[in-house]
């Protein structure tokens, strides 16, 4: 059935991949006769009101059942709300038309004489005063509603959504013509979710700690649920870890800095305390490890349900590996500890190029997801680069399922990247992994060896080129997904 | 760190070929409460290596456990043993010892809970 889905207007490239990760969740595409995850088609069908831009807020969905669109928008971050539409149309007299003519026995039921109801009415590109609303909320009055009005807890809600024909300004996309839409609301996105995770009231933090509403997108990428382990290479203070416990996964993570995993700023302060902060169970491990040398041990495989992470890309914080300084000064040999020293050592580490800490994630994932499994993490893109398109880091065992591009500065912008395993770790596919990860690195990636990245984003501008100015004066009004 | 982990881990230093299972010294255990979750349970089980963990739930003073691994069908049948095993695979912490590898004889300390598994540098 086709279903109203109306998105807040953020992150626009996060919408529609999030809809589709829960539809997958919560079963939308259980019943497809074929079992092979590399071949089935996981998409759900999407269609635009008429005149709409693709960045509208408002999409035709198609579901196999209200439940399935119910979970989906309960459970999502950007859903403002899903909706079986009763009538839509340009003008009050079309859409009374439409609603009129819509079935009775889908209105009936929600019209009933015991039941409560309110309808709200809304806009997009306008703001109604009170009187407004009112006067269209009585206009509704062709609809038999016989129940009670609840404004508090309502049985059923009703929306009543305008767009208008002059919304081409202030950073909205381009509506042609008004569009009036009316529906009851099967479900609607928990946004509490995002004050109360917000990361101001956190008590631990780090220089790169994940914000809230990313970090739930993240875990939605991953599908994180109960009964699920979910693992982050590189786990910091948890933000990312937080968001997948909120959402019932046990989780585990991993971090080089044992500063960060077992100190933290004191014993109420510190990953545990972030966990404890939401009543949340605590992840069932933190450890210190190295993403380049992990300690799995061997044959131990598909154990982890996803895997989340934001890799160090050396923008605002640089990856290390161990094995630092080979040689001391003066010293020809090979750097050695000295035996009565090794207590207490603290091992030296070395730069972690980016590229290096990709291709050793992709191959983690490949070997400790289970089938179906998801790795999602960022990856970072400069802009000015305009061959980015399809050069995404890639795995004979994964199939990239959606990427969806945050613009963080004109230089560069964080591509969200998840991948589902549709194929079984093997020694064959891991060399064939190695070799593609080579021929990766020899054609497009100068930029992600060590500090390249770094330079490219924070280097001075040309300004003789005048380039600065240019890109000021010629910035559409409407930005997209750069809202 | 939980018996969960510590089944997980080995040595990983270079040259080393048989770093799996790492030897428990205690020092200090503590119990914490975990929440059964049944699904988990069953997801995790066909992965552990039970001779590790019923050995390292010994050094860890827990005596309960079979010495040989149930079949996984005993999860849904019996709630005693489901309980034994969580209680093994999630409530004990080693909160302050350290896992020492089998071949080398190399300690990767544990404190506050947390392993430290990183390598020195002539280890890589």
Known sequence: ?483 | MRLLTHNMLSSNIKGVTNGFPLRIEVEKVVEKQVEINHDFLMNIFPKIDWKAFFDASRVMGYVELPEEAPEPSVLESDLEFLRKFHHALLELHLEEGALVCPETGRKFPVNKGIPNMLLHEDEV
């Open chain 1, 1 to 483: 059935m086709w279903y109203l889905c109306v998105f807040y207007h953020r992150l626009l490239d996060y919408r529609k991949p999030e809809v589709e990760s829960l539809a997958d969740l919560f079963g939308a595409f259980e019943d497809k006769q074929n079992p092979d995850f590399a071949t089935q088609n996981r998409a759900l069908e999407w269609r635009l009101p008429k005149h709409h831009h693709p960045d509208s807020p408002f999409h035709f969905v198609n579901l196999p059942s209200e439940d399935v669109a119910r979970n989906i928008a309960n459970r999502s971050i950007l859903v403002k709300g899903i909706y079986e539409l009763w009538g839509e149309g340009s003008s009050y007299e079309e859409l009374k038309e439409a609603v009129t003519s819509y079935p009775d026995e889908r209105k009936l039921p929600y019209l009933e004489s015991e039941s409560t109801f309110k309808i709200t009415v809304d806009s997009f590109g306008k703001v109604m005063s009170l009187h407004e609303q009112k006067t269209r909320i009585w206009g509704l009055s062709y609809i038999p509603f016989k129940g009670q009005v609840n404004l508090k807890n309502p049985d059923h809600n009703f929306w009543l959504m305008e767009t208008d024909d002059n919304a081409t300004t202030n950073g909205l996309p381009p509506v042609v013509h008004r569009r009036i839409f009316f529906g009851r609301e099967v479900g609607g996105a928990d946004r509490k979710l995002i004050p109360t995770y917000q990361l101001k009231s956190r008590t631990y933090l780090g220089p790169t700690a994940m914000d809230a509403e990313m970090a739930f997108l993240m875990a939605n990428q991953a599908q994180a649920a109960p009964g699920k382990l979910v693992y982050d290479p590189f786990v910091g203070t948890g933000s990312i870890l937080v968001s997948a416990a909120h959402f019932g996964a046990m989780t585990m993570g991993a971090d080089i800095d044992i500063r960060v995993v077992r100190d933290g700023r004191g014993p109420d302060c510190n990953v545990w305390s972030n966990f404890k902060q939401y009543g949340l169970p605590m992840p069932i491990a933190l450890l210190r490890a190295d993403n380049n040398l992990p300690p799995w041990r061997h044959g131990l495989k598909e154990v982890f349900d996803a895997i989340i992470c934001d890799p160090p890309y050396g923008v605002r914080a640089g990856g290390r590996k161990s094995g630092g300084r080979k040689l001391l000064k003066g010293i020809v040999g090979p750097y050695t500890v000295p035996d009565d020293k090794r207590a207490d050592h603290i091992p030296s580490t070395a730069p972690y190029s980016l590229l290096e800490c990709v291709h050793d994630l992709l191959d983690l994932a490949a070997r400790m997801l289970v089938m179906g499994g998801r790795l999602v993490f960022f990856y970072p893109v400069l802009r000015e680069d305009d061959s980015v398109g399809d050069h995404f880091p890639e795995h004979p065992c994964f199939k990239l399922v959606a990427t969806s591009e945050q613009i963080l500065s004109s230089r560069y912008s964080r591509v969200l990247l998840t991948m589902v395993k549709t194929s079984s770790y093997t020694e064959e596919l891991a060399l064939a992994a190695r070799i593609k990860h080579l021929e990766f690195k020899e054609n497009h990636t100068k930029w992600l060896e060590n500090g390249n990245l770094h330079s490219s984003v924070f280097s001075p501008a040309d300004i003789e080129s005048g380039d600065l100015k240019v890109s000021k004066e010629s910035k559409p009004k409407y930005r997209g997904k750069y809202v």
